[in-house]
T-cell receptor
């Protein structure tokens, strides 16, 4: 599994846009980039996945530059309920699904 | 469609006791996983099962054993519980295909285990 690096924590205020960048310099050709969200006392849940360029769904957008060595998760107009831990995962050619420490996003009123 | 179901949701053990955490999924997924999450920490992979009949160690396997009973069920056993195993345990499943990483994992609600 390609190693990923993301910030430990980020603070924001309601209504702002939050951007979390994940570095994955060793990403392989077949690897997708997947982000999960974990609320306190719950298991992680899938929020978005992409391979290149930009992906958008009802929850977030994912921006992937041409070299694919990093990706940015964008959460538009966050609310208090977006306070969570966000995990970036890349690839899985050996069946392992390994999560790092993630990024703790705290949204304040 | 219940997804991934873990039992029990809460458990208190005394040091040295044994117990089995149960996990079942109804999505016909081939891969299943067990994680532990300590307070304020990320998820650490204990064991995983790529497919029925196979199991492999993850990052922190010591003190645990697993059984992939069938395609639906993947259990985690603590033979002699220790206070260091106090944690929240999550089970997950995914329909993984080798060489293709465009699938998503589904998680259970967790088992909160305290060893005193």
């Amino acid at each position: 599994l390609a190693k990923t690096t993301q910030p430990i924590s980020m603070d924001s205020y309601e209504g702002q846009e939050v951007n979390i960048t994940c570095s994955h310099n060793n990403i392989a050709t077949n690897d997708y980039i997947t982000w999960y969200q974990q609320f306190p006392s719950q298991g992680p849940r899938f929020i978005i996945q992409g391979y290149k360029t930009k992906v958008t769904n009802e929850v977030a957008s994912l921006f992937i530059p041409a070299d694919r060595k990093s990706s940015t998760l964008s959460l538009p107009r966050v609310s208090l309920s977006d306070t969570a831990v966000y995990y970036c995962l890349v690839g899985d050619n050996d069946y392992k699904l390994s999560f790092g420490a993630g990024t703790t996003v705290t949204v304040r009123a | 469609n219940a997804g991934v179901t873990q039992t029990p949701k809460f458990q208190v053990l005394k040091t040295g006791q044994s117990m089995t955490l149960q996990c079942a999924q109804d999505m016909n997924h081939n891969s299943m996983y067990w994680y532990r999450q300590d307070p304020g920490m990320g998820l650490r992979l204990i064991y995983y099962s790529a497919s029925e009949g196979t199991t492999d160690k993850g990052e922190v396997p010591n003190g645990y054993n697993v059984s992939r009973l069938n395609k639906r069920e993947f259990s985690l056993r603590l033979e002699s519980a220790a206070p260091s195993q106090t944690s929240v345990y999550f089970c997950a499943s995914m329909d993984f295909a080798l060489g293709v990483s465009d699938t998503e994992a589904f998680f259970g609600q967790g088992t909160r285990l305290t060893v005193v």
